[in-house]
């Protein structure tokens, strides 16, 4: 949204002071902008661009951690084509992608037009947010010990109601949903928000007028919801869908990638093999590998979804 | 608008992180000029920490001029806070060491050789209960700790089950195991199991599907290669051993015959309904918590655990020692914990003083009055039974295997870490009926491959 405004503004200055030059304009601004741009240009280059820069060159090492990294070449991609946990990792996390983006996707999108056609309340709003304001860790906790198969709360409401309890996470079939839907039960209200801001930007008039032309609810959604929806729709999966990729600390405290290997996420792997085995050459080809992947994949979205344009005009 | 966001997020943390140097540099200033020094030492258990800060007192109060700052984290964050800080060479002067890590350690000059200071000051390394020192001598010959405390496993029970069943006590301390019929071991966890209908693992019409009560918990961890608490003492007491010798072995023996049958009986009692499912066990909840909740009657347990234990409400609880095996003995893994130096350390004439300290019947004496461990020095042991006897427990269960020499090693060898993420999912799949226990020589070829 600001760079709607930003966009909006630049191109109604020119137009309104039209006797200073446009060129002198822009290089009496220059230094006042890199001013401000510095510190967050300092910081995007220690924080980002040198650990990425050097994750590439880390991962063409063996490096220990402890010892200077040797230079090994593709030797880390070629073991990571046959690497079976590497391919099981991602396996395992596209599942939880899918899962986790397809339930949260539609749930959102059910609370937010919800709570734009049924509901102004503030509270409503705040009530959904909630979730995503307790930490991940504290939430994946207490999920974990609600679900536990003998003194969880949810098993013995199952029993209450005659049926048999379910060992959510320790089941290899059902420990990957089960994560995906704990981080959905996190995650909706935020992203329902930020599907409720896009819907805002929708014109009443235009409800008003398919109302006039007796629409219903459902066909109003199905008509003008969705496709004027699409940009914010694009958006909110493009950043979702990288975040879900990165799921590790709801794994990291409760399945620790067991039982067998059903859950180890390729986050979790990474760290595994950083971390615990010290093989941090190998751990920065995978790291490499899951860019690359990311890259291709938010990229393919923005174009197949046509992120940039509008129905609206 | 992501990368806005993330810039903002950035560009407001950045003045976070020069406070921080700022902050950082000053206190380094001051402590240089004053001729003081402090000394960080890390630890990992919570339990241990008003124990060690006893000691730390008395050692400042002996040594005015050297401060000890003790920094507890949880096992998990301790091992990567330890190691992401020896790279950035911020670790601690001194730090609580495991078996498990120190040989990586070690090999990669992360930690101080003592021989020296143990020399020039004379220190006696027989002052320890047997074998725990040299526990501590890598494979270049050079010692890297001194031992502070040792832990080994007993079965933990749940007094009013054991009566229910009509078991005593004294029963308990004279089972027997074996990996074909499980022995007298395997007829008491099938009498302690109870179905939702009131029938006993043992009685005909046992429904194991429906089980209230199994007579022996399944630990939530993972025992990965070591399975200490888990399944190496019924192994250990077959005769069988780790590896080709301990320490530093360099072929493991998870193909033989006697190890495989081990697991399979011990898994069969998944399958029987006396032990929960792997699932279940992962589910959620701590075998003890289980334990704790009269979900299980038996669970094996390391000595650390006692205080865990123990401390449920309404739960009276008493411990044997683990059932003597097809060899004609019991078996535990005996394993114990001691202090390191880094070697970055800028003091290290203070960090040994420290290490000196906590090695010392002085400080293990401290540690034994508040009976959270079994301190490694005799003498203290013998303090520590005191206080945990007034506290209601018994630890013989534990100490018996010592006094009767039936206790075997930690394995401690070279790729410790690579060999538990082999040996995790591998364990996992057969316990889980992925996979049989005879996958498990696969997996061995796949930790000697490691050797060489």
């Known amino acids: 949204m600001s760079a709607i405004t930003e966009r909006q503004h630049g191109a109604s200055a020119p137009r309104r002071d039209t006797s200073v030059p446009r060129r002198r304009r822009r290089a009496g601004d220059l230094p006042v902008a890199l001013v401000f741009l510095l510190p967050a240009a300092v910081g995007f280059g220690v924080f980002y661009l040198w650990p990425t820069l050097r994750t590439m060159y880390l991962s063409f090492t063996d490096y220990s951690l402890l010892a200077p990294p040797e230079w090994v070449g593709a030797e880390n991609y070629r073991r990571l084509f046959q690497d079976p946990l590497f391919w099981n990792s991602l396996r395992v996390t596209v599942e939880y992608v899918v899962i986790n983006i397809g339930v949260q996707t539609v749930v959102a999108l059910g609370l937010a037009v919800l709570m734009h056609?049924?509901?102004?309340?503030?509270?409503?709003?705040?009530?959904?947010?909630?979730?995503?304001?307790?930490?991940?860790?504290?939430?994946?906790?207490i999920w974990y010990t609600m679900l536990d198969a003998q003194l969880g709360i949810v098993n013995r409401a199952l029993e209450w109601v005659g049926l048999d309890p379910v060992a959510f996470f320790g089941e290899t079939a059902t420990a990957i949903p089960t994560i995906a839907l704990v981080n959905v039960w996190r995650h909706m209200?935020?992203?329902?928000?930020?599907?409720?801001?896009?819907?805002?930007?929708?014109?009443?008039?235009?409800?008003?007028?398919?109302?006039?032309?007796?629409?219903?609810?459902?066909?109003?959604?199905?008509?003008?919801?969705?496709?004027?929806?699409?940009?914010?729709?694009?958006?909110?999966?493009?950043?979702?869908?990288?975040g879900s990729f990165q799921i590790f600390d709801t794994v990291a405290v409760t399945t620790k990638g067991g039982p067998v290997n059903a859950t180890r996420v390729i986050y979790?792997?990474?760290?595994?093999?950083?971390?615990?085995?010290?093989?941090?050459?190998?751990?920065?080809?995978?790291?490499?590998?899951?860019?690359?992947?990311?890259?291709?994949?938010?990229?393919?979205?923005?174009k197949m979804l046509r992120a940039g344009d509008t129905d609206l005009d | 608008m992501r990368r806005i966001t993330r810039l903002a997020a950035v560009a407001t943390m950045l003045p976070l992180a020069l406070a921080g140097c700022g902050s950082g540099g000053d206190s380094g200033g001051d402590a240089a000029s004053t001729e003081k020094t402090e000394i960080?030492?890390?630890?990992?258990?919570?339990?241990?920490?008003?124990?060690?800060?006893?000691?730390?007192?008395?050692?400042?109060?002996?040594?005015?001029?050297?401060?000890?700052?003790?920094?507890?984290?949880?096992?998990?964050?301790?091992?990567?806070?330890?190691?992401?800080?020896?790279?950035?060479?911020?670790?601690?002067?001194?730090?609580?060491?495991?078996?498990?890590?120190?040989?990586?350690?070690?090999?990669?000059?992360?930690?101080?050789?003592?021989?020296?200071?143990?020399?020039?000051?004379?220190?006696?390394?027989?002052?320890?209960?047997?074998?725990?020192?040299?526990?501590?001598?890598?494979?270049?010959?050079?010692?890297?700790?001194?031992?502070?405390?040792?832990?080994?496993?007993?079965?933990?029970?749940?007094?009013?089950?054991?009566?229910?069943?009509?078991?005593?006590?004294?029963?308990?301390?004279?089972?027997?195991?074996?990996?074909?019929?499980?022995?007298?071991?395997?007829?008491?966890?099938?009498?302690?199991?109870?179905?939702?209908?009131?029938?006993?693992?043992?009685?005909?019409?046992?429904?194991?599907?429906?089980?209230?009560?199994?007579?022996?918990?399944?630990?939530?961890?993972?025992?990965?290669?070591?399975?200490?608490?888990?399944?190496?003492?019924?192994?250990?007491?077959?005769?069988?051993?780790?590896?080709?010798?301990?320490?530093?072995?360099?072929?493991?023996?998870?193909?033989?015959?006697?190890?495989?049958?081990?697991?399979?009986w011990w898994r069969g009692l998944i399958e029987k309904g006396y032990m929960p499912s792997l699932a279940i066990a992962r589910s959620g909840t701590s075998v003890n918590d289980g334990f704790g909740a009269g979900k299980y009657a038996l669970s094996t347990n390391g000595s650390w655990m006692i205080n865990s234990y123990y401390g449920y409400d309404g739960v009276e609880v008493g411990t044997a020692?683990?059932?003597?095996?097809?060899?004609?003995?019991?078996?535990?893994?005996?394993?114990?914990?001691?202090?390191?130096?880094?070697?970055?350390t800028e003091h290290k004439d203070q960090a040994w003083q420290w290490v000196k300290y906590l090695a010392s019947a002085d400080c293990q004496k401290k540690v034994a009055e508040k009976a959270v461990v079994f301190p490694a020095i005799p003498e203290a042991l013998t303090i520590a039974e005191e206080k945990f006897a007034a506290k209601g427990i018994d630890i013989s269960a534990f100490t018996v295997q010592i006094h009767e020499k039936t206790t075997s090693l930690y394995p401690i060898t070279d790729h410790a870490s690579d060999i538990s993420a082999i040996m995790g999912p591998a364990m996992d799949a057969v316990l889980s009926f992925e996979a049989d226990p005879s996958s498990l020589s696969k997996a061995n070829d796949e930790v000697n491959a490691l050797f060489q």
Not at chain 1, 117 to 141: D, F, K, Q
Request: hydrophobic fraction near 40%; charge should be neutral.
């Open chain 1, 189 to 242: 209200g935020y992203t329902a928000l930020l599907i409720f801001a896009g819907l805002q930007a929708i014109p009443r008039t235009v409800y008003e007028a398919a109302a006039t032309d007796g629409a219903s609810e459902p066909t109003m959604f199905r008509r003008i919801t969705l496709p004027l929806l699409r940009p914010t729709l694009v958006l909110v999966l493009v950043l979702t869908v990288i």
């Open chain 2, 321 to 344: 020692p683990t059932p003597v095996g097809p060899s004609g003995k019991r078996a535990t893994i005996y394993n114990g914990l001691a202090d390191s130096i880094y070697a970055g």
């Open chain 1, 117 to 141: 056609r049924l509901t102004r309340s503030g509270l409503i709003r705040g009530v959904l947010l909630l979730p995503y304001l307790v930490a991940n860790v504290v939430v994946a906790l």
């Open chain 1, 268 to 302: 979790y792997y990474i760290y595994e093999l950083a971390f615990q085995r010290f093989d941090f050459g190998y751990a920065a080809a995978i790291c490499v590998a899951l860019f690359a992947i990311l890259a291709g994949l938010a990229l393919m979205q923005l």
């Open chain 2, 40 to 264: 960080s030492y890390w630890l990992w258990d919570s339990n241990q920490l008003p124990a060690y800060q006893a000691c730390a007192d008395a050692f400042h109060a002996a040594n005015p001029d050297i401060t000890v700052k003790i920094s507890q984290f949880g096992w998990a964050d301790y091992w990567t806070s330890l190691t992401t800080n020896l790279v950035s060479g911020n670790a601690p002067d001194v730090f609580t060491n495991h078996l498990n890590y120190y040989p990586e350690f070690a090999a990669k000059r992360q930690i101080l050789p003592l021989d020296d200071f143990i020399k020039a000051d004379g220190v006696k390394t027989d002052a320890y209960a047997p074998g725990l020192a040299d526990l501590w001598v890598s494979n270049d010959g050079k010692r890297y700790g001194l031992p502070k405390d040792f832990d080994t496993v007993a079965i933990f029970y749940n007094k009013k089950m054991l009566a229910d069943a009509g078991i005593s006590e004294d029963e308990m301390k004279k089972l027997t195991w074996n990996p074909t019929d499980g022995g007298t071991y395997e007829k008491v966890i099938a009498k302690l199991t109870i179905d939702e209908n009131g029938k006993r693992g043992d009685e005909p019409g046992f429904d194991k599907s429906k089980v209230k009560v199994y007579g022996l918990g399944l630990d939530e961890n993972n025992g990965a290669g070591v399975g200490q608490q888990m399944w190496s003492m019924y192994a250990l007491s077959t005769g069988w051993q780790f590896t080709d010798k301990n320490p530093w072995g360099t072929r493991f023996r998870y193909d033989d015959p006697r190890f495989q049958q081990t697991i399979a």
